[in-house]
């Protein structure tokens, strides 16, 4: 079974800094997706960004960007020029290929980005 | 494009009670499965399916029923209810080829 793990419960940014989002996951899978979710105070799920393992590059979208340590099984999301919009819990997920149509996710991270 | 909608957004139950959420896609996504998320944790498995008449159980799929007679919907059904089903219902659909989760906007239950 696949775990993920995400050590801050909570953190804070001033607006337009940048911040960090760490993110560890345990699988014997070798082909797999990542995600990272961003859920608002509206609850609305939405994908954040997206990164397939066989993939050396690490994916990006805008102000928003991972490093991705296949071997030390690590996917943080780095969050450049954080604005008041991006205030929401984000959450790691995980998806192998052969389990395709579910994820296991990680417990969250509270994010608050101060003006 | 409505993507994936769930009805009702909100719901309170007494204990004992049953209920019905519904769940619908309209982007002929193969995949169907239903999360729930509790305070202070992440989205956690109760049923999935890969197709019309296949389902399995997730990682906490006691007290809860489902079906998919149709690709389109994915209902969930609470048999009898229990206030440790008090908790956010979110309904999810995927494509064949995998990817990211298309989630509805969730539903929020309570049971006294």
């Known amino acids: 079974a696949q775990t993920v793990t995400q050590s801050q419960p909570e953190m804070s940014v001033q607006e337009a800094e940048t911040v960090t989002l760490s993110c560890t996951y345990d699988t014997s899978e070798n082909n797999y997706y990542l995600f990272w979710y961003k859920q608002p105070p509206s609850r609305q799920m939405i994908l954040v960004i997206r990164?397939?393992?066989?993939?050396?590059q690490n994916a990006t979208e805008n102000r928003f960007s991972v490093n991705f340590q296949k071997a030390a099984k690590s996917f943080s999301l780095k969050i450049s020029d954080s604005q008041l919009g991006d205030t929401a819990m984000y959450f790691c997920a995980f998806m192998s290929y052969t389990n395709a149509g579910k994820s296991t996710f990680g417990d969250g991270t509270t994010l608050t980005v101060k003006p | 494009n409505a993507g994936v909608t769930q009805t009702p957004k909100f719901q309170v139950l007494k204990t004992g009670q049953s209920m019905t959420l519904q769940c619908a896609q309209d982007m002929n996504h193969e995949y169907m499965s239903w999360y729930r998320q509790d305070p202070g944790m992440g989205l956690r498995l109760i049923h999935y399916s890969v197709g019309a008449g296949i389902t399995d159980q997730g990682e906490v799929p006691n007290g809860y029923n489902v079906s998919r007679s149709t690709t389109e919907d994915f209902p969930l059904r609470l048999l009898s209810a229990a206030p440790s089903q008090t908790s956010v219902y979110f309904c999810?659909?995927?494509?064949?080829?995998?990817?990211?989760?298309?989630f509805g906007e969730g539903s929020r239950l309570t049971v006294l």
């Open positions: 999810a659909s995927s494509p064949r080829y995998g990817g990211e989760l298309f």
């Open positions: 990164q397939e393992a066989y993939k050396q």
